[in-house]
């Protein structure tokens, strides 16, 4: 039996794969329960099972499948369980030892929460080291050049002189605690696994690999010495360098049969405006589809997800979406930015800033809560009144202050008796007390909660408190979404409360930052069912997979390839000189993945944002240009551009003037800014100066136009007042008292 296989790119990987097992084991009578498979990722089993399934048309007992990172942890788990440590408590880690090995790199970043962003940075270097198998020798030659000084802030060169020592120091703690990273799984596993047994499996499949870590490779190398192994690529090493270097380790050629059939799919490219012009492209492309099930939008840009679900809902039918998406796109996340902002700029540790307060109370998650009668309107009426009560519009002793306390506000009868009134003509019964007990739960949910914790114990009581009110009482738990990412929160919590350093004494402004950091961080995983319906992927979560119609989104040069190009801590220099060449390594995984996936299909859609700031993705420009070279000609393609179609009436509207408005025109004085208005457009004068219609007033950090000229409006008349039917006389004296009174109107005022 063949060692190592490899398919050509536009065939059925899962397919082929099936066939393979079919022909080798299933025909034979051999027992394929016997046999490991290991994929990249967790989709491509379900595929295989089903492929079985429908070939052996009987429950089997069927082949035992593993991640690559699963399986490394199988490996190491033949020698004694463990267990994984925490993103939170690696980091901190990571900030005791740096402390103590290198206090140099703390300068400036003292606390934990500021340190926070290196300490990442620093556990992302480790894990490369981990990964490629970096040696002590080549890590020394580092630590050599930077006491020499690399140019960059002497910081980072006191890091790389001790990166060493701060690397096996953290070895040490996390083999002490058996609580591993997944690099250092992956190099434990590296270095057992030539004691390993694998008595219970027969062969070990190796499936669609194509870009391995160091530590990886000298897995797979091991179990093919041992006679164990079989790896079933899909490429040609001759197109593809990391092929080409799999294939010298494994000593093995990794090249498709001559008779391989080529790409033969259908392309197609749009171009939009926006994100949304290109969601609308998708929509009518997924419209003349018939056979959705065979079809799958990939979405390099994951914050392009809720636009696109908006909008092609209603006809997809059946969808899955499995796709990472970013945690702080979330609007939980924007309602812990105002919890935080709120706290931020309280003064005098009781006294809140009125914009901060509005912006919080006035939050969708927090305005629609079913604190009353299980009715969301009961709520959204208190918020508006005391929205209208803070800014003035209904007068009150706490109107038009900046700052005030929260009690002022609890006991303020003004605001229930206009809330009261409001209700009444909604027939929602309420009372005085329930509205001030509303007002009151959520001013301890959402403000008073939040003042003082001590540590993050304190912390994650308050923020369960607030998770388990918007799920019990709010309107999130109505969307599945929603609940997808108030579980990744509840999980964020989990992680808080077992922290290490859960009870240590934490000032609140540390805290936030330390939480916000994590969400920012974070992406909340969205899984259903990917044997059925459309399918919305991103481009991993491809990998093996084969569609007839690929539609792409987002083919643009900053997210195909998505590339970290800036390293923030170690000197890219550093990493080349090591073997960590990222950039380069990220780019032929996905534009191999990319190719892979096109050469399947038979129907390929790319939709790109054609804007002066964006240019399309490098892929396409490939593409594009193999098609101009084997065309020879330069207009190889009609590109179709987005547009919105939009309707409207040429027609001007006209307020007919009666007796009393006429009377009322004849009557009110004149400003230039009325003026002004009536010639720029008379409706608005009509809306504005006529029927008294307003914007609705709102708390400015910065005045705006309006404010700036109505001051200097009051200004100037209070100045020359005094000159009224006089000559102004422009002396000492009244350039003294203007600018006093400039002076003094400008610190009542702003």
């Given at each position: ?24 084991y299933i025909r034979e009578a051999k027992d394929i329960s016997k046999l490991a498979l290991v994929f990249g990722g967790k989709r491509p089993e379900l595929f295989l099972k089903r492929e079985l ?698």
């Open positions: 039996m063949e060692k190592v296989i490899s398919y050509s790119l536009s065939e059925n990987y899962i397919h082929n794969l099936a066939s393979f097992i079919e022909e080798n399934a429908l070939r052996l048309g009987k429950t089997f007992f069927g082949p035992r499948f593993f991640s690559m990172d699963e399986f490394a942890e199988y490996i190491l788990a033949k020698n004694g369980p463990f267990g994984k440590i925490s993103d939170l408590d690696s980091c901190f880690l990571i900030y005791q030892l740096s402390r103590e090995i290198a206090p140099d790199i703390l300068r400036e970043k003292e606390s934990f929460s500021l340190f926070l962003p290196w300490a990442r940075e620093i556990l992302s270097f480790i894990e490369q080291l981990d990964l490629e198998d970096i040696k002590l020798i080549e890590l020394n030659r580092i630590q050599l050049n930077a006491s020499i000084g690399y140019d960059v802030p002497q910081s980072i060169n006191a890091l790389l002189e001790k990166i060493t020592l701060i690397r096996n120091a953290y070895h040490h703690e996390l083999k002490k605690r058996k609580a591993y990273t997944r690099g250092l799984v992956y190099l434990l596993a590296s270095q057992g696994v030539k004691e390993a047994d694998f008595s219970e499996f027969t062969e070990i499949f190796f499936c669609n690999l194509f870009y391995s870590h160091q530590t990886e490779s000298k897995i797979v190398k091991e179990l093919l010495d041992r006679d164990k192994a079989i790896f079933v690529f899909q490429g040609d090493e001759r197109e593809w360098p990391v092929l080409k270097k799999f294939s010298d380790s494994l000593s093995y050629p990794i090249r498709p049969r001559d008779n391989a059939p080529g790409d033969e799919y259908k392309l197609w490219m749009g171009a939009g405006f926006d994100l949304h012009s290109q969601v609308g492209l998708a929509r009518d492309i997924l419209k003349e589809i018939k056979d959705k099930d065979k079809t799958v939008i990939v979405l390099p840009n994951p914050e392009s997800l809720i636009p696109l679900l908006s909008e092609i809902s209603a006809d997809a039918g059946d969808f899955n979406v499995s796709i990472g998406y970013p945690l702080k796109r979330s609007p939980v996340y924007s309602l812990f930015e105002c919890i935080f902002k709120a706290q931020e700029t309280k003064k005098d540790k009781s006294c809140y800033y009125v914009k901060d307060y509005l912006r919080l109370l006035a939050h969708p998650l927090v305005k629609n809560l079913r604190l009353l009668a299980q009715e969301p309107a009961a709520l959204r009426i208190l918020t508006h009144k005391i929205e209208e009560i803070l800014t003035g519009r209904d007068k009150t002793a706490v109107s038009g202050s900046l700052f005030f306390q929260l009690s002022e506000i609890e006991e303020l009868k003004d605001i229930y008796e206009l809330v009261l009134s409001a209700l009444k003509d909604m027939d929602i019964p309420a009372s005085y007390a329930e509205l001030k007990s509303i007002l009151k739960e959520l001013h301890q949910l959402f403000f008073y909660a939040w003042e003082a914790p001590r540590n993050f114990a304190d912390f994650t009581l308050s923020l369960d408190k607030v998770i388990n009110v918007l799920l019990n009482k709010g309107f999130l738990g109505s969307y599945p979404l929603n609940l997808k990412i108030l579980e990744r929160m509840l999980s964020i919590k989990e992680e808080l409360e077992s922290a290490e350093f859960g009870l240590e004494a934490f000032n609140p402004e540390d805290m936030f930052r330390v939480f916000m950091n994590k969400l920012d961080n974070e992406m909340t995983a969205f899984s259903g069912s990917p044997l059925k319906g459309l399918q919305i992927l991103g481009l991993f979560e491809t990998r093996s997979l084969n569609f007839e119609n690929v539609i792409i989104l987002d083919v643009n040069e900053n997210f195909l390839p998505k590339l970290k190009v800036y390293e923030p801590l170690v000197p890219r220099e550093v990493m080349i000189s090591l073997g960590l060449n990222r950039l380069e390594k990220e780019e032929e995984i996905q534009r191999y993945q990319f190719k892979r996936l096109l050469s399947g299909a038979r129907k390929a859609y790319l939709i790109y944002e054609e804007s002066p700031k964006k240019e399309k993705s490098r892929f396409v420009e490939e593409l594009l240009w193999e098609r101009q070279k084997a065309q020879d000609a330069l207009e190889v393609m009609e590109i179709p551009r987005g547009v919105f179609e939009v309707t409207y009436l040429p027609a001007k509207a006209a307020i007919l003037k009666n007796k009393k408005m006429i009377e009322f025109l004849e009557g009110i004085e004149y400003s230039a800014s009325s003026i002004n208005t009536y010639l720029g457009c008379p409706l608005r004068f009509y809306y504005q100066y006529v029927l008294g219609l307003r914007e609705k007033d709102s708390i400015n950090e910065e005045p705006e136009s309006s404010d700036v000229g109505v001051f200097i409006h009051d200004l100037l008349y209070e100045a020359y007042s005094g000159f009224i039917g006089k000559k102004p006389l422009i002396n000492q004296r009244f350039r003294e008292r203007f600018f006093r009174l400039l002076e003094n109107n400008f610190e009542a005022e702003f």
